[in-house]
């Protein structure tokens, strides 16, 4: 009886689930502790054990102590393309078509090559089905393989020059300042940085000289004249208002306050001026933009160039002026004619003075009047004869600045030229199947024409990008002579004086275009831009646009400033 009573209580003993105790915090770190220092000899030998022992799965874990816990929050993945200002410095080179040019003059040679193969391959197919030639699945299979192949051999072939050439030609792009116009520049900084050290200092008067010495042997004006004075005063207070244009935000807040009844002031432009960064700034400020959302813009440092060389060359037959040149030292200048001074004073008579004298002595008092002679009279141009001056020099200024020269040294002698010969060489390749029928001399010819369709090809581009940067720096003059104190509505009237005459400033020794016929490269140019009015009148439209244009922001700026 007892041993039943015994057996009883035992068994509602085990079968009574006792309340779960579970660990503090304290206890649970030990625990873990513990587990922690466990042998690897401790946990299971098997390979295909994937979790933990026992004890940690069935264990309930409480929250644990705030100061022992972390919270996770996951961060945004911050990857760069570090590789793209490197390549981007390859391509952006005068080497980078010529390497374009390569790639596809391989891709040629292959291509043809692999079109035969390929039709090859599809005919013994296609005839085996029709003429029911018995052949094995191992020799359809083999050429239905050289299909494939060749195929994907051909889009490779086709692919990289493709992909190179656009490569070159995003690499080079780029906004011109103040206008905002995209452009292409293929020279690499370390071309850009040659050019300008071969025409710093003396180097830019030599070029000149040589530009010049194709009209002849031209006398130059020394710096004594009071006309190489009275110019060169002009042109140092036109380039006062350069570091406005980088900061016109800041340096003139109050530019709507002008309206119709004074000079106007252009509004702040959507891209300010810049210098032009180097390879190193730009990889620079890429890392730097990858990596912090907040970076900064585009570095830049003060704008390389004034002040501007400046010659005076006495040529009365001549009314006009060209820039040339590029970089700081000197490296760019200003030639202008004495035939525009000329011109000048016969619309608007010259005024003569007398010089400033110091106070007379006691002894020229007495006695000056019996020895002496009075002083001879100076010359002082009038300050409308100083506008007209000053416009043409804003105007050669706006070339200098926008780095024009660059863009037409880019785009006549690489550009252009090596896009040609790109084209040329896959018109040859398309037509060799049937020029190879009818010998060489056929072969020679077509060569020979390809040449001279490039050579007026270029005259084409070369025309239509000169009628570009006419009009721009046209548009930038004006905001160059507002910011200078002088009343931009003025270089209106100035243009369309020199509309029937030679109007348009020439950048390279030319002046004057000759005359052309219906049929002509400048003809044809102005059928590609879509206009067959006169250059001048486009020029003298787009500056009136302009000015307009300036208004208009004034009013909705005053509008929204006041409300």
């Given at each position: 009886?007892?041993?039943?009573?015994?057996?009883?209580?035992?068994?509602?003993?085990?079968?009574?689930?006792?309340?779960?105790?579970?660990?503090?915090?304290?206890?649970l770190q030990?625990?873990?502790?513990?587990?922690?220092?466990?042998?690897?000899?401790?946990?299971?030998?098997s390979?295909?054990?994937?979790?933990?022992?026992?004890?940690?799965?069935?264990?309930?874990?409480?929250?644990?102590?705030?100061?022992?816990?972390?919270?996770?929050?996951?961060?945004?993945?911050?990857?760069?393309?570090?590789?793209?200002?490197?390549?981007?410095?390859?391509?952006?080179?005068?080497?980078?078509?010529?390497?374009?040019r390569?790639?596809?003059?391989?891709?040629?040679?292959?291509?043809?090559?692999?079109?035969?193969?390929?039709?090859?391959?599809?005919?013994?197919?296609?005839?085996?089905?029709?003429?029911?030639?018995?052949?094995s699945?191992?020799?359809?299979?083999?050429?239905?393989?050289?299909?494939?192949?060749?195929?994907?051999?051909?889009?490779l072939?086709?692919?990289?020059?493709?992909?190179?050439?656009?490569?070159?030609?995003?690499?080079?792009?780029?906004?011109?300042?103040?206008?905002?116009?995209?452009?292409?520049?293929?020279?690499?900084?370390?071309?850009?940085?040659?050019?300008?050290?071969?025409?710093?200092?003396?180097?830019?008067?030599?070029?000149?000289?040589?530009?010049?010495?194709?009209?002849?042997?031209?006398?130059?004006?020394?710096?004594?004249?009071?006309?190489?004075?009275?110019?060169?005063?002009?042109?140092?207070?036109?380039?006062?208002?350069?570091?406005?244009?980088?900061?016109?935000?800041?340096?003139?807040?109050?530019?709507?306050?002008?309206?119709?009844?004074?000079?106007?002031?252009?509004?702040?432009?959507?891209?300010?001026?810049?210098?032009?960064?180097r390879?190193?700034?730009?990889?620079?400020?890429?890392?730097?933009?990858?990596?912090?959302?907040?970076?900064?813009?585009?570095?830049?440092?003060?704008?390389?160039?004034?002040p501007?060389?400046?010659?005076?060359?006495?040529?009365?037959?001549?009314?006009?002026?060209?820039?040339?040149?590029?970089?700081?030292?000197?490296?760019?200048?200003v030639?202008?004619?004495?035939?525009?001074?000329?011109?000048?004073?016969?619309?608007?008579?010259?005024?003569?003075?007398?010089?400033?004298?110091?106070?007379?002595?006691?002894?020229?008092?007495?006695?000056?009047?019996?020895?002496?002679?009075p002083?001879?009279?100076?010359?002082?141009?009038?300050?409308e004869?100083t506008?007209?001056?000053?416009?043409?020099?804003?105007?050669?200024?706006?070339?200098?600045?926008?780095?024009?020269?660059?863009?037409?040294?880019?785009?006549?002698?690489?550009?252009?030229p090596?896009?040609?010969?790109?084209?040329?060489?896959?018109?040859?390749?398309?037509?060799?199947?049937?020029?190879?029928?009818?010998?060489?001399?056929?072969?020679?010819?077509?060569?020979?024409?390809?040449?001279?369709?490039?050579?007026?090809?270029?005259?084409?581009?070369?025309?239509?990008?000169?009628?570009?940067?006419?009009?721009?720096?046209?548009?930038?003059?004006?905001?160059?002579?507002?910011?200078?104190?002088?009343?931009?509505?003025?270089?209106?009237?100035?243009?369309?004086?020199?509309?029937?005459?030679?109007?348009?400033?020439?950048?390279?020794?030319?002046?004057?275009?000759?005359?052309?016929?219906?049929?002509?490269?400048?003809?044809?140019?102005?059928?590609?831009?879509?206009?067959?009015?006169?250059i001048?009148?486009?020029?003298?439209?787009?500056?009136?646009?302009?000015?307009?244009?300036?208004?208009?922001?004034?009013?909705?700026?005053?509008?929204?400033?006041?409300?």
């Amino acid at each position: 009886m007892m041993l039943r009573c015994r057996t009883r209580s035992l068994l509602k003993t085990i079968s009574r689930p006792e309340a779960p105790s579970f660990p503090t915090a304290g206890r649970l770190q030990s625990t873990l502790a513990r587990i922690h220092r466990t042998p690897r000899l401790a946990y299971p030998k098997s390979t295909s054990y994937r979790h933990p022992p026992l004890l940690l799965s069935t264990l309930f874990v409480p929250p644990l102590h705030p100061r022992l816990s972390a919270g996770f929050h996951s961060t945004p993945r911050n990857q760069g393309l570090p590789l793209i200002p490197l390549l981007a410095s390859i391509f952006k080179a005068s080497a980078g078509l010529e390497i374009v040019r390569t790639a596809s003059r391989i891709a040629l040679t292959f291509i043809p090559w692999l079109l035969f193969k390929k039709h090859k391959s599809k005919r013994v197919i296609k005839y085996a089905a029709i003429h029911g030639v018995p052949a094995s699945e191992e020799t359809k299979q083999k050429h239905l393989k050289k299909i494939r192949v060749s195929t994907k051999l051909l889009q490779l072939l086709l692919a990289v020059p493709f992909l190179l050439f656009w490569s070159t030609v995003i690499a080079s792009l780029e906004r011109t300042p103040l206008t905002g116009r995209w452009r292409m520049i293929l020279l690499s900084p370390e071309e850009e940085d040659e050019i300008a050290s071969h025409l710093a200092g003396p180097g830019w008067y030599k070029s000149v000289g040589d530009i010049l010495a194709e009209e002849g042997s031209p006398r130059i004006i020394p710096s004594s004249d009071w006309r190489y004075e009275w110019v060169q005063d002009t042109l140092r207070q036109l380039e006062a208002s350069i570091p406005v244009l980088s900061r016109e935000p800041e340096l003139c807040p109050n530019w709507m306050q002008n309206g119709p009844e004074t000079q106007p002031l252009p509004p702040p432009a959507d891209f300010p001026l810049r210098p032009r960064p180097r390879g190193s700034e730009y990889l620079r400020w890429f890392c730097e933009s990858l990596t912090n959302k907040h970076c900064s813009k585009i570095p830049g440092g003060p704008i390389p160039g004034p002040p501007y060389s400046l010659l005076v060359v006495e040529k009365p037959d001549s009314s006009n002026a060209f820039s040339y040149g590029f970089g700081p030292n000197g490296g760019s200048g200003v030639v202008v004619y004495s035939g525009f001074l000329d011109d000048i004073f016969s619309r608007m008579p010259l005024q003569w003075e007398a010089p400033e004298q110091a106070p007379p002595s006691l002894w020229s008092r007495l006695f000056g009047g019996l020895f002496s002679k009075p002083a001879p009279l100076h010359p002082a141009p009038t300050p409308e004869q100083t506008t007209e001056l000053a416009i043409l020099l804003a105007h050669e200024m706006a070339h200098l600045i926008l780095a024009h020269h660059l863009e037409s040294l880019s785009s006549v002698n690489v550009i252009v030229p090596g896009t040609l010969s790109i084209v040329s060489d896959v018109i040859r390749v398309l037509i060799f199947p049937i020029t190879m029928l009818f010998g060489p001399f056929v072969n020679d010819a077509v060569a020979q024409l390809g040449k001279v369709g490039s050579g007026e090809l270029v005259k084409i581009s070369e025309y239509c990008t000169s009628a570009k940067q006419e009009i721009e720096a046209d548009v930038v003059s004006a905001r160059i002579l507002a910011h200078a104190g002088f009343d931009a509505r003025d270089a209106v009237r100035f243009w369309e004086n020199r509309s029937g005459a030679d109007g348009e400033c020439a950048r390279h020794g030319q002046h004057g275009q000759p005359e052309e016929s219906t049929n002509g490269p400048m003809t044809v140019a102005r059928q590609i831009m879509s206009s067959t009015h006169p250059i001048n009148q486009i020029r003298v439209d787009n500056l009136k646009q302009e000015l307009a244009r300036w208004e208009k922001e004034r009013r909705r700026a005053l509008s929204a400033f006041q409300s």
